[in-house]
């Protein structure tokens, strides 16, 4: 009668981080191949699941400000703008270094003056079709958030793309 083992000391494939310590599910009266595989493919089904390993990582947003932004026209990218005003499904805002840009979409309501990421294509040189919008509150660190966008697409960019 003894506990049902999942991968042991071993992670499962290999490369991955290794198993946290959970207790055994179940102490089963007898020992069967077809219990024993049912159970591991439920945990690793979990533990994919819980690692975000079905992350969709084809498209990365590149980080861009509203200068880089006009490299990127048809490509997906991410900016943080400072909104300054709301007509409709569009949105007016200042990006990091101070410029001007126009953020299409359905945006939730955020107050004026707040920081929201944008994550969409890029329109034109001026404006984001956005599909994801972030609030990131009323203070924000725009000079290290352009600070980013320039290293992510200079110096550093085999690290972001």
Same mark, same amino acid.
């Given at each position: 009668m003894g506990a049902?083992?999942?991968?042991?000391?071993?992670? $499962?494939?290999?490369?991955h981080?290794?198993?946290?310590?959970?207790?055994?599910y179940f102490d089963l009266p007898f020992k069967s191949p077809d219990i024993d595989?049912?159970?591991?493919?439920?945990?690793e089904d979990f533990r994919r699941k #819980?690692?975000?390993?079905?992350?969709?990582?084809? #498209?990365? *947003?590149? $980080?861009?400000? *509203?200068?880089?932004?006009?490299t990127y026209v048809g490509r997906k990218v991410r900016a943080v703008v400072q909104v300054i005003g709301f007509d409709g499904g569009v949105v007016t805002g200042k990006s990091v270094d101070d410029q001007q840009l126009i953020i299409k979409g359905s945006p939730p309501s955020v107050p004026v003056m707040n920081y929201i990421e944008v994550i969409g294509i890029a329109d034109?040189?001026? #404006?984001?079709?956005?599909e994801i919008w972030t609030n990131f509150g009323s203070t924000f660190d725009t000079h290290s958030y352009n600070q980013l966008c320039l290293l992510a697409n200079g110096e550093f960019k085999s690290l972001f793309l």
């Amino acid at each position: 009668m003894g506990a049902l083992t999942f991968v042991g000391n071993t992670p $499962f494939p290999p490369r991955h981080p290794p198993l946290p310590n959970f207790p055994p599910y179940f102490d089963l009266p007898f020992k069967s191949p077809d219990i024993d595989r049912f159970f591991r493919r439920q945990f690793e089904d979990f533990r994919r699941k #819980s690692l975000c390993w079905d992350m969709d990582t084809s #498209s990365p *947003a590149v $980080f861009v400000n *509203a200068e880089l932004l006009r490299t990127y026209v048809g490509r997906k990218v991410r900016a943080v703008v400072q909104v300054i005003g709301f007509d409709g499904g569009v949105v007016t805002g200042k990006s990091v270094d101070d410029q001007q840009l126009i953020i299409k979409g359905s945006p939730p309501s955020v107050p004026v003056m707040n920081y929201i990421e944008v994550i969409g294509i890029a329109d034109s040189n001026q #404006s984001i079709r956005a599909e994801i919008w972030t609030n990131f509150g009323s203070t924000f660190d725009t000079h290290s958030y352009n600070q980013l966008c320039l290293l992510a697409n200079g110096e550093f960019k085999s690290l972001f793309l």
